[in-house]
């Protein structure tokens, strides 16, 4: 079992920027992934990487923008969501995903066996 505790969300004007964090209680994962999911709205794929960080994807609404990324040590994996130039309509619950069977990245949030439990995040205009 691998728990997932997320930080660094808030309230931010539009144009201004965000770090998200993401601890993995074990050093297991494979691949790790940003969902976000909006009043009304399915949830859905932000950024994704693989264990190695050598690999990421990202929603086309937020490329150029937000930059994944990750950070292992011996006991643990972090990965990190930089978001910058956001906009209102970034304003979401953000929610960090993993699974450790899988070595591609994966869009679909059925992919993913681990969550977070959210972290809210507001572009005011």
């Known amino acids: 079992q691998v728990e997932l505790v997320e930080s660094g969300g808030g309230l931010v004007q539009t144009g201004g920027s965000l770090k998200l964090s993401c601890v993995a209680s074990?050093?297991?994962?494979?691949?790790m992934g940003w969902f976000r999911q909006a009043p009304g709205k399915e949830r859905e794929f932000v950024a994704g990487i693989t264990w190695s960080g050598g690999r990421t994807s990202y929603a086309d609404s937020v490329k150029g923008r937000f930059t994944i990324t990750i950070v292992r040590d011996n006991k643990k994996d972090t990965v990190y969501l930089q978001m910058n130039s956001l906009k209102p309509e970034d304003t979401a619950v953000y929610y960090c995903?993993?699974?450790?069977?899988?070595?591609?990245?994966?869009?679909?949030?059925?992919?993913?066996?681990?969550w977070g439990q959210g972290t809210q995040v507001t572009v005011s205009s």
């Open positions: 995903a993993a699974d450790a069977t899988r070595w591609a990245i994966s869009t679909s949030q059925y992919s993913y066996a681990y």
């Open positions: 074990a050093r297991t994962t494979s691949i």
